[in-house]
């Protein structure tokens, strides 16, 4: 999602792992040579990849030339933005970013079909990530006021559970026994919250390293992948993480510049990270309208996850 990041820019040059060798991203889909905005990706129940559109309003699969297929359903045209896959409970929840009306939305992962619509509270402003935990609570970053607001497993309610002051709030991740939440706040990099007490923190990391700019946070077991398009030029990392998420001890950097222009997020599927990366942003001003000229293709890409963990 788009944020400060032309206050970040140049700050790539700061560190560089010393991991094992960078894989190429392989191109999964593209879209045709319009303006479709992609920023999230997703697989339904039958394993069919899924994009978040934002220019479009919904949820579509890419065919094989390119068009977008609306996936989703019975009128569902929200502007959104993040989207996570809940299996076990047959649901893909939508982060809708409409000013004025943030909000989750709900679709059955079979069919498409929106079954639910959750309004976020008053003082919300813009709804952009988002991640389900392994009890089915639903957590989305609210990118414009830096708060994180939860909807318990079968509630009904948003509720805020952490804040930073002046913060632009992205990715979040949450922790495979569900204690633990770590989300990338765009301008002073990674916090970890702990749910049951509510304890905010930043998250230690390795000196020298630099993790400021960080869009997309997804969990790949105990890991975490980053995509950081807040530097230039935009990268993949991944994070190894103490067994308490409460520090960074080790990263990697997956894939560093290449073709990717301002990747946003992705999802672990068989062993790969699946990832917008090339959203279309720099075509689009703030106000999420088009700007007049060419538009290439948004690209959909996959990077084989490191057998082990970083360093």
Request: net charge neutral; no cysteine; glycine share 12%.
């Amino acid at each position: 999602m788009q944020a400060v990041r032309a206050l970040l820019v140049g700050l790539g040059a700061l560190w560089l792992s010393s991991a094992a060798a960078m894989a190429d991203p392989v191109a999964i889909a593209r879209t045709r040579a319009e303006p479709v905005l992609l920023e999230s990706v997703a697989y339904d129940a039958e394993g069919r990849l899924l994009v978040s559109s934002v220019h479009a309003r919904g949820v579509f699969t890419v065919m094989p030339d390119g068009q977008l297929r609306r996936w989703s359903q019975r009128g569902a045209r929200h502007v959104v933005f993040g989207i996570a896959a809940d299996p076990p409970r047959n649901a893909l929840w939508g982060a809708v970013a409409t000013p004025g009306a943030p909000g989750l939305v709900r679709f059955d992962l079979r069919t498409g079909r929106r079954t639910a619509l959750f309004a976020a509270p008053q003082s919300a402003q813009w709804f952009g990530d988002l991640a389900v935990g392994p009890d089915g609570a639903v957590y989305v970053s609210d990118a414009k006021a830096g708060r994180v607001y939860r909807l318990p497993a079968g509630g009904v309610t948003l509720e805020q559970i952490a804040s930073v002051d002046g913060g632009s709030i992205q990715g979040l991740a949450v922790s495979p026994d569900g204690e633990r939440l770590v989300f990338a706040n765009y301008g002073d990099g990674l916090w970890g919250l702990t749910i049951s007490t509510g304890a905010l923190a930043r998250l230690p990391q390795p000196a020298g390293s630099e993790l400021r700019g960080v869009d997309g946070v997804t969990r790949a077991g105990n890991d975490l992948v980053i995509v950081q398009n807040g530097v230039a030029p935009p990268r993949v990392l991944r994070l190894k993480l103490d067994a308490g998420w409460s520090a960074v001890v080790g990263l990697e950097v997956m894939v560093r510049g290449g073709a990717m222009e301002e990747p946003t997020s992705g999802v672990v599927r068989e062993g790969a990270f699946v990832f917008v990366s090339r959203s279309q942003w720099t075509e689009f001003g703030e106000d999420l309208a088009p700007r007049v000229g060419a538009h290439a293709p948004a690209v959909i890409s996959t990077l084989p996850l490191p057998s082990s963990a970083p360093p």
